[in-house]
């Protein structure tokens, strides 16, 4: 499975971007999707998840109600579309993707996108 992750860019607080998660390879075996974001000097954590075929979601306490997941399976595509952004949700954003079990808010995906840069300016 192999996933390239855009839509990163600058945006003022209060703002929305959507980023978009493409998967490619195997998709047919894929059992969950994940948005994790990194922060400078930061660990990387959970934003949401969605699962795959029957797209259930998973949210962040943080970006909950701001932060909508999304999947259009025709186009192997997951959405994050995000509004209200904060300057504190300025990070590098990956998208992963499972098979299998699944955790969904754990870092242990064993496939990662490149990841896109959000900045959010105050």
């Known amino acids: 499975v192999q996933l390239q992750a855009s839509g990163g860019g600058l945006v003022q607080a209060g703002g929305s971007l959507r980023l978009s998660c493409a998967a490619s390879g195997r998709t047919f075996s894929i059992y969950g999707v994940g948005w994790f974001r990194q922060a400078p000097g930061k660990e990387r954590e959970f934003v949401a998840a969605i699962n795959w075929s029957r797209g259930g979601t998973y949210y962040a306490d943080s970006v909950k109600g701001r932060f909508t997941i999304s999947r259009e399976n025709a186009k192997n595509t997951v959405y994050l579309q995000m509004s209200s952004l904060k300057p504190e949700d300025t990070a590098v954003y990956y998208c992963?993707?499972?098979?299998?079990?699944?955790?969904?808010?754990?870092?242990?995906?064993?496939?990662w996108g490149q990841g896109t840069l959000v900045t959010v300016s105050s």
């Open positions: 992963a993707a499972d098979r299998g079990t699944w955790y969904p808010t754990k870092a242990d995906y064993p496939y």
